[in-house]
């Protein structure tokens, strides 16, 4: 007996340390944003994923694959299909020809999101021996994904702008990337971003946090591209069952008006 209650009182010590531990860790949770696409009659703003995507093409995909994606998809953001040719007119895509021989050609609509690397040891093999995530479902694999991603985006902070104790808690040197939202703070990957990375096709102002947004919106889209169908396909069946509803009761009424 008196062994159990020693387990027991080391069991809940142990649970309140770690309440208090969770509670009090060092990684802030990531500021809440509105967002266009949250809640049930929610859409994508697709001006933003437009831009999202040119973000992702001249930044992001230089290192992260989009690997679940087909070209073809991007006219579901509301470009057309000349529109869609000429933003991958310039990119070229391997294959085999009538020999069975390796070539490049030009990318089809047809073709998934070109890979950055060959395999998954040369990503590693260029990226100090990690390789960089897919991010097809990268905002639904994160908890709170939207706003992760963008606070993720925008929470770096330069080595001088650390504190003493943050640079002695966190054991950062020059040589690391301090980011505030970041589980652990120290992350492999520099800041991808920063005022004006990108010259908007449409003149929008290309800041940090404007950047952010947009390839947020981009990749949430990207994560799940039928969301809207869903949400629509969600109405329609609540008010199919609301009249359903309604009509049963009329019934129900009507045949049990006589009785008593």
């Not at 706003?147 to 943050?166: C, I, R, S, W």
């Not at 800041?207 to 969301?227: G, I």
Request: proline residues 7%.
């Amino acid at each position: 007996m008196r062994r159990l209650i020693v387990s027991g009182a080391i069991a809940v010590a142990a649970l309140v340390t770690g309440a208090v531990a969770i509670a009090a860790g060092p990684t802030p949770q990531a500021p809440s944003r509105q967002w266009k696409f949250e809640g049930p009659f929610g859409t994508y703003d697709r001006a933003a994923a437009q831009r999202g995507y040119q973000v992702y093409q001249e930044v992001c995909a230089a290192c992260h694959s989009l690997s679940l994606l087909a070209y073809r998809n991007l006219m579901e953001l509301g470009l057309t299909e000349n529109q869609v040719k000429d933003l991958i007119k310039d990119i070229v895509v391997p294959d085999l020809n009538d020999d069975g021989q390796p070539i490049d050609r030009p990318a089809r609509l047809s073709d998934r999101f070109k890979k950055p690397f060959p395999n998954e040891l040369a990503a590693a093999a260029a990226n100090n021996g990690k390789a960089p995530p897919d991010l097809s479902v990268i905002v639904k694999a994160r908890a709170n994904g939207p706003n992760y991603m963008h606070a993720l985006l925008t929470g770096y902070v330069p080595f001088d702008k650390l504190t003493p104790e943050q640079i002695k808690e966190f054991a950062v040197t020059k040589d690391d990337n301090f980011n505030t939202y970041f589980p652990g703070h120290k992350i492999a990957m520099a800041s991808p971003l920063d005022d004006d990375k990108v010259a908007y096709a449409d003149g929008t102002k290309a800041t940090l946090s404007q950047e952010a947004s947009d390839v947020t919106e981009f990749l949430t889209w990207a994560s799940e591209p039928h969301m809207e169908d869903r949400k629509r396909t969600g109405v329609r069946v609540i008010l199919f069952l609301l009249a359903l509803a309604g009509l049963m009761y009329a019934v129900k009424r009507q045949v049990w008006s006589g009785k008593h």
